[in-house]
């Protein structure tokens, strides 16, 4: 997933190869992760399709089961990860994720600390923020899932940037090895105040902390316990609305006043109407919320550790 | 782990101010926010005073700085731990305790401070610290006692940023850089907020050794914080669809390194179409019309923008300039480059430019993207998005096409008085995101 490699580079003209992991797309809500392997078959409602059939094609390739129904085959990503991995713990999604790593100031060589695993969704892009020179330590209490996690790391390709951890965090704090070392910090934890005393030791001063939380209860005790060592103390909520798109044929609806474009006439977009002449005049493309939408994921808290002098 | 610690030398992620470096100051806990750069001249004006930046340099980004009265004049000094400790315990945030009282004496009459502007001027004659004053400022009013808890906090904070004016010294990383931005000038950034920029770079996944097209109208922001992400690996292409290049202003706030503005480049679109048969006189030709070109416009760029710059600060001295320099970032990309861009495609494109039509430019940009590649397209308007999302539908040229708007909300947190704030920003901006697809018709 990630080009950790300096001289191999992330192309995604490369070929898919035996052994490589491949984001099967269906549909925007319809996609499966999968390891080509040579003599193997994916099956779905489309029928059966060969691996062997996918191996020499470049990723972003249509390929065709025995009943002529087809998938695309997409290069992993950790936004597709996202929503193609197993659902062990509940997960954070992108509007979060991303928001959490651009607040934290993750830039590559840092060293992160995370709490707890879970099912990864975090950690992969907390992996490719740090790369190619940083790394993740990241700890879960369940022995399990960590293995699972780390399983899913080096199927990802990610695995030499994080290192998991079984550790009770919440009780027993982050492993004093790796004191005063973090440049940022994700906390997951049911009671996030029992691991801040911990936190501000793992912490470089103005290194950066976030705690997710779904309850507000729980927002309000972090926070009292944050003012003892942290500053710039904020919660946030992240949503995304997502919009659907469709073109509705309507000849009443032409008209050249109705175009709400805020482009003056340049020469492109002229060449532009007259090759989708017809479609122009009859349709008009429309767009509107989605009806359904998350309404909540959790209160993201950040702070930052005080500087002594 | 030994790996992690070589690395904190690198400019980027150094933690202590240094001559000659871009701050961010954050002044009185965000009325105002100044970009500046730390020499042995530049001043900050508060109030009516300028005050030398010089005990900022060599301190850790985080520090706190607060006006002081001594003996020579007021300067700016660094407040250290035990003092911001006093000042927590003055918010009193840990017990809610029941309040009694409430304003239904207070008379708002101008009668209640006993002490005139000539008895402050006096004591600040006598040495009388801020701190000092807005003890005297609490004891002289009448109306002190009677307020509540809450309303005395306010009351203390207010005096606070009048008497003793506090100065935070802040990293200009993309966060902070787009936030200040946003909250002076959000048009120089296409309104872009924080979160749709952070949204923009997981979506277009940006990551060290990627080659990443941009096409950035907004500044400089997008291609800042694209380098960031990298860290002085691969590529940022600054693309350009028009005669010129867009101005990256922007990009001098990040405290870049050599390594990382080596890895900013600019190319105009014609650079990367020009035809490959016959490179030897036809395509030497074209690059070097078009280089002398950009390079008259970027220097005047330069020249023209430096003002833009939110309160540049009395700007520093020739000399001054040379002692400390400011790596140049946006150099025209190398014909070697633009050839393996031409060989391999661009891991993903982000588009911020909403002057352009959105859908020609997404159309002509396609198909220099590798097969899978990720791209996000950003706009302050919904139109232009659904169009160009149905016409690469139509196309066929991507699959997992969708337009999201962020919504990002933030809470007041303290003890019986926690709600969302009461300004919040209601809109940050449209992103189009998607996956190109190998589409054998269409390329």
Redesign the interface.
Known sequence: M?????SK?????KLIADGDLVIV?ER?DTMKAVNVCEGSVFQNRFGVFKHSDWIG??????VYSNKSGYV????P????WTLVLSHRTQILY??D???V???L?I?????VLESGTGSGSLTT?LA??V?????VYTFDFHEQRAASAREDFERTGVSSMVTVGVRDIQGNGFPDELCG?A?AMFLDLPQPWLVIASAAKML???GTLCSFSPC?EQ??RS??AL?MNF?D???????????E?R?VKNDSMQGHGG?????PP?K??QT?EGSNKQESISST???R?SAEARGHTG?L?FA?????? | ?S??QS??D?V??R?VTWEGCSVLLDINDGDRLVFSRLTENSTLKIGKKNYSLRPLIGC?????FQVEYGAEGSKLS?L??SA?VSN?QENG??QPVEEHRDNRELVDNNKAQSLSGEDIEELRRQGATGDKIIEALIANSATFEKKTAFSQEKYRLKKQKKYAPRVLLR?P???SICETYFTKYPARIGFMR??T???L???A?V?????ILVVDMVGGLLTGAVA???????YVCNMYLESSPYPMDIVRMFNFSDEICKRIVRTSLSDLCSVQNDPSEQMGHDVSVTANASDEQMCSHETLTEPAVMEEIAPPSQNEISKCKIPKAGDKASQETIDLWKA??F?SLIVAA????T??TVKDLMPHL?????FAIYHQ???????C??NLQIEKMA?????????????Q???SR?HPCMQMSAFGG?ILSG?????PEST
């Open positions: 990630l080009a950790l490699d300096t580079k992330l192309s995604f003209n797309y925007h094609k470049p990723f972003g390739s249509k695309y085959l997409l290069a990503s950790p936004e597709l992108i509007a994720i991303s928001f790593i651009m607040y100031e830039v590559p060589g840092c060293l892009s490719r923020a790369a190619p020179i940083g790394h070392m440049d470089k001063p103005d507000i927002v309000q926070c009292e003012r500053t103390i904020r919660t946030f909520e992240v949503l995304l609305r997502t919009y798109v073109e175009s709400p474009s805020q482009q340049c492109r977009r532009n493309i429309m767009a919320p209160y808290t930052r550790l005080k500087c002594s002098a | 782990m790996g992690n690395r904190a690198s980027q992620s933690r850790p980004f985080g520090s706190l660094r250290l731990e911001e927590i945030d840990y990293r990383v993309a966060r924080v979160d920029l952070s949204l770079l997981s979506m996944n990551a060290a050794n990627s080659d960031e992400r990298m860290g002085g690996s691969g391999n495609g891991s909403p002057e352009l039509d859908w020609n590798s097969h899978s590649a990720p308007y919904l139109q232009p998005l659904a169009t999302m149905h699959v997992g096409l969708q337009i999201s708007e962020p919504w990002l909300r933030e809470y947190v303290l003890p926690t449209y996956v190109k697809i190998c589409n």
